[in-house]
Structure formats: C-alpha cells, structure tokens
C-alpha cells in the first residue's frame, strides 16, 4: 500500500511542478527576448554602454565619421589592447575574459588626449599634452588591491603616425596610456562620444 500511495502523491506533485515552471518560463522568456532586443537596438543605433570605471559610468554613441570629428571635447575610443603588447607585460589584466578582441578579453574605452604630431609629457606627477596638464594624471605604483603597476618610463614623446594615447582624467585610478603608452590606431575598434553619464567620479563607487 506504502509504494501505490506515495505514487498517488507524487503524479499532483509533479503536475504543480510542471506548472510551476510553465508560468515562470512565460515570464522569463519575454523577459530575455526584450533585453536581447533592446540590446541589438542599442547595437543598431550606435549605442554602447558604459560600466567600467575609468570612464563615465552609463550611455555613449558612436560617431558616424571619426575623420571629420574634433578633438575638443576629447572623442572617446573603443579599443582592444594586446596583452602582448611590450608595455603590457607584467601589467595586472582588469579585462574580463570576452571573444570581442583578438588577445580573448573585453575592450576598454578612453578619451583620446593627444595625436599624431601632439606632444605628450609623463612624469609621477601627471600628464602634459602640448604644455598643458591634464588633472587626475599622476600615476600610481599599485593599484587598490595592492597589485603592482608599471607606469610608463617618464619623459617627453611626440605622438607618431598612425598612433594615439588615451588618458583618463575622470578616474585618478584609471589603467591607461600612463602605464602602457601609445596604442596603435588599428587596435581601435569604434570611435564613440557620452551621450548620457554621470557627471562626477566618487571613490566609493569607481574603484580600480
């Protein structure tokens, strides 16, 4: 009698089960169709979100003709270092694992602060572009975990053809030309300007 009951239990057991998960599978499947259509549509406007932390946190768009677009404000780029590079050797890796560069990790985004024919000053305390000093440059030898950083050999560099140096001087903390130098402009992958982000960096909520 125990093996018919326990049957005869489970068969309304299974059936609210099933249920169960045929109500939750409504609503989370048109949940995920719409994040994965808005994302395409984010795609399809030209629209990148932003969630490091050496750059403003939120929205940016991409810009249509990078050639025709001014330096000032500095246009933001969406590149793919190389942990190859020669100056990236030794650097503690912040990219996320991600198939969207060649080297199998996530790009970064940075303003660009200086190009070909600029020239470029580092130095402990900061970063100079054409004489004038950008703010939040200085470098540090360690990062907030205490990982060591290499900041790239101080001196005096004319910005060569076909590369570009992109400084954050939104986050003091922020992984960028001040430690790995020059990138080449054909690790850029799109050229892109905020459209909505937040306005000031806070240290609680930007940390490296």
Partial sequence: ???PFKTALARPLLRSVVRFFSRLSCVLVPIAVAAIGTMGAWVSFGLIFNYTHSAPFGIYREIADPSNTPHDPAPYVFFCPDVRWPRMLGQPNYRVPMHTCPDGFSPLIKPVI???GDT????VSGVIVNGQPLPNTAT???DSTGRQLHPFPAGTYRVQKGELWVVSSF???SFDSRY???IPLRSVHSWIRPL???RSYHATT???
């Fill in 1 to 3: 009698m125990i093996g």
């Fill in 114 to 116: 200086a190009w070909p």
């Fill in 120 to 123: 470029v000053e580092i130095s």
């Fill in 140 to 142: 540090i030898n360690r």
């Fill in 171 to 173: 986050s003091p903390r």
């Fill in 180 to 182: 790995f130098g020059p």
């Fill in 196 to 198: 909505l982000v937040e």
């Fill in 206 to 208: 930007n940390p490296n």
